[in-house]
């Protein structure tokens, strides 16, 4: 037969994509070292090379995560997948789930919930705010779920959630400790054993500088005991863990069944930013991430320009929340921000959109020069921006 769709004009010139300061919540700049493991060559998703990358992996986030967990890995997808592998595979029809809202995350998990059919309810505080182990302690004894969600770096509102003590509350209850990472993991402390997390999970493309595609994840002991006894199938086959368990190597089983195709060269990229971060070492980074958000934000408030997060001390150092300049259209500014300087930053997301300007430094993008070159191009657009004259 004649093809009745020709082959399309736009496939047929090159794309070469732009260079740009990656300074949004995410994907953020991906070095060179982490781009070339990527353009390593295609090995099959179950050689023995790719087994033993896998593993590596493993080692890499149990460093990152500071964990002794078995079942720890990378899923393949981004955060949003292993928000859902994590509450797939704990939840079933009918069990209660609650979530702590302070931003877009807590929304999303409870809506993920929602779907599953659990019985959900959310404790919520305003954008900008967080939680007393009180408030979470007399909501997990009115609500009595089986799992309780919180997000450690809310990259909608810039808010990095205290962590200790939370475990033990949710364990007092009998409740399983769920910690979204994604926007923090690497750039603000967090113990996953110490602080009795029973479920982590992060990105690649945040601090570790790799590639969007591959999502750490890892189940403590008393977790597992709910994962891998469960009385239904979780409703995805890719995201379920007795599959994924098996794959990674984490069931101790001797045998890996096909399950899916991993991603080859985002495990390469993956153990690429891993490694990068095992180098430099976590309690150096983390202090990097600091001293340069508190750099950061001091610049700002030298230029008049407002933090969204009004205490200090829970201030996410990855990504920061700046009041939406009054009088400007916070779009002309990241609008002028790309054209004039070649340079991403973004509005709010979620419960902060309109309200706040955000900018993301992490990783390799985490330095004094990147917040010189991003005050010099807000203070450059506060200039060249139309200003209402209210
Ligand atoms: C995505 O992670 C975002 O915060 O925009």
């Known amino acids: 037969l004649p093809l ?27 070095p060179l070292r982490i781009l070339a493991a990527g353009a390593e060559p295609i090995i099959g998703h179950m050689h023995p090379e790719m087994f033993e990358i896998m593993s590596d992996i493993k080692s890499g986030i149990q460093y990152a995560f500071q964990t002794q ?25 009918g069990e209660g789930f609650l979530a702590a809202v302070n931003g877009i995350w807590g929304e999303r998990a409870a809506d993920i919930a929602e779907r599953i059919g659990a019985r959900v309810n959310t404790i919520v505080t305003s954008a900008g705010g967080c939680f007393t182990n009180e408030d979470i302690d007399q909501a997990l004894a009115k609500h009595k779920p089986v799992l309780f969600f919180l997000t450690h770096g809310e990259s909608s509102t810039g808010v990095l959630h205290p962590l200790d003590g939370i475990g033990e509350i949710c364990h007092k209850h009998n409740c ?26 992060s990105g690649s493309q945040k601090v570790l500088n790799a590639p969007p595609g591959t999502a750490p994840i890892s189940f403590s002991e008393r977790a597992c005991q709910k994962v891998f006894n469960r009385k239904t199938k979780p409703v995805s086959f890719l995201l ?33 930013g891993l490694a990068v971060l095992a180098e430099q070492g976590l309690e150096n980074t983390w202090q990097r991430h600091r001293e340069v958000a508190e750099y ?18 829970i201030r996410l150092p990855t990504v920061t929340t700046i009041v939406a300049p009054a009088g400007y259209n916070w779009k002309e500014i990241t609008s002028y921000i790309m054209k004039t300087h070649n340079l991403e930053i973004s509005g709010g ?12 430094l992490m ?10 070159m991003v005050l010099k191009a807000l203070r450059d657009a506060l200039k060249h921006c139309h200003k209402s004259k209210v």
């Open 69 to 93: 967990n078995k079942v720890t890995l990378a899923v393949s997808g981004t955060g949003h997948a292993a928000m859902e592998c994590a509450l797939f595979n704990v939840l079933e029809p």
């Open 363 to 372: 990783g390799c993008n985490s330095s004094k020069a990147s917040v010189d």
């Open 240 to 272: 379920d863990m007795s599959w994924l368990a098996n794959y990674w190597g984490c069931d101790g089983k001797l045998t890996r069944i096909y399950h899916h195709t991993g991603p080859v060269s985002n495990f390469y990229s993956l153990r690429e």
């Open 4 to 30: 009745s769709v020709p082959p399309p004009e736009c496939l047929q010139k090159r794309f070469v994509a732009p260079q740009r300061h990656m300074f949004g919540p995410g994907p953020s700049n991906v």
């Open 176 to 201: 399983l400790f769920l910690v979204d990472c994604v926007a923090s993991m690497g750039g603000a402390p967090i113990y996953m054993d110490k602080q009795g997390i029973d479920i982590l999970y």
């Open 296 to 313: 950061f934000h001091e610049g700002l408030e030298n230029m008049g320009l407002k933090l969204f997060v009004k205490d200090k001390n």
């Open 349 to 360: 997301l979620g419960p902060s959109v309109g309200q706040v300007l955000r900018v993301g």
